[in-house]
């Protein structure tokens, strides 16, 4: 069975561009996650989602959007890149909604130059 | 906001010795625990985890307990071993809120 796969790996952007992260869950699992990640903060809960509705979301500015597939693919969008945008983000999926262990992608590490 | 705390964000031990790592949680919603291992470079992984109706887990060298009243729990390692060094979060989640909520991490050295 395959694990949470996140594309691209790396990616290096300039600020004010913007950016497309994605996530393809274990397949059948419905709930995708997404985290920031950074040096001394830990994770940091960007949103939810279930069923292609966002459950949940974390304390970032509207830049930060998502969304999720009929397939339950979910997608990351980050507008007008900051230099305090560079982190690894990490998504995680669960079978289901209010399920529990979270199964965690590799990440995507951001450099915003 | 909800928030949990994490303590200490950096804990070497020599190995054979224990590692205590403590979290607390504000959202008294939360009723899962569960506590993710990252190795260098890795994703994070699911070591164990403890629901609101239960005090104590433990499964091999790992124990977790919970305070549910003092809206606390730790994570226990025993016989720690150099394999065990790594970064460990602890996390709170309301399974009706759909949002789980992380631990800054403790990086834990175990020395041989």
């Known amino acids: 069975k395959a694990g949470v796969t996140q594309t691209p790996r790396y990616l290096i952007k300039t600020r004010g561009q913007q950016v497309t992260l994605s996530c393809s869950p274990i397949s059948g699992h419905r709930s995708v996650s997404w985290y920031q990640q950074t040096p001394g903060q830990g994770l940091q809960f960007l949103f939810e989602?279930?069923?292609?509705?966002?459950?949940n979301k974390g304390n970032f500015p509207g830049r930060f959007s998502g969304r999720q597939f009929s397939n339950s693919r979910s997608e990351m969008n980050v507008s007008t890149l900051e230099l305090g945008d560079s982190a690894l983000y990490l998504c995680?999926?669960?079978?289901?909604?209010?399920?529990?262990?979270?199964?965690f992608g590799q990440g995507t590490r951001l450099t915003v130059v | 906001g909800e928030n949990v705390e994490q303590h200490p964000s950096t804990l070497s031990v020599q190995e054979g010795d224990s590692a205590v790592i403590k979290c607390t949680y504000s959202d008294s919603a939360s009723n899962y625990f569960p506590w993710y291992k990252q190795e260098l470079g890795k994703r994070p992984q699911l070591i164990i985890d403890?629901?609101?109706?239960?005090g104590e887990k433990k499964d091999q060298r790992i124990a977790v307990t919970l305070n549910k009243t003092a809206k606390h729990f730790s994570l226990h390692i025993t016989e720690t071993q150099p394999e065990d060094s790594a970064v460990y979060f602890c996390?709170?989640?309301?399974?009706?809120?759909?949002?789980?909520?992380f631990g800054a991490g403790t990086r834990l050295f175990v020395k041989a």
């Open positions: 995680a999926s669960s079978l289901a909604e209010g399920d529990t262990e979270a199964f």
């Open positions: 996390a709170a989640l309301n399974t009706g809120g759909f949002k789980t909520i």
């Open positions: 403890i629901r609101s109706n239960v």
């Open positions: 989602y279930f069923s292609e509705t966002q459950r």
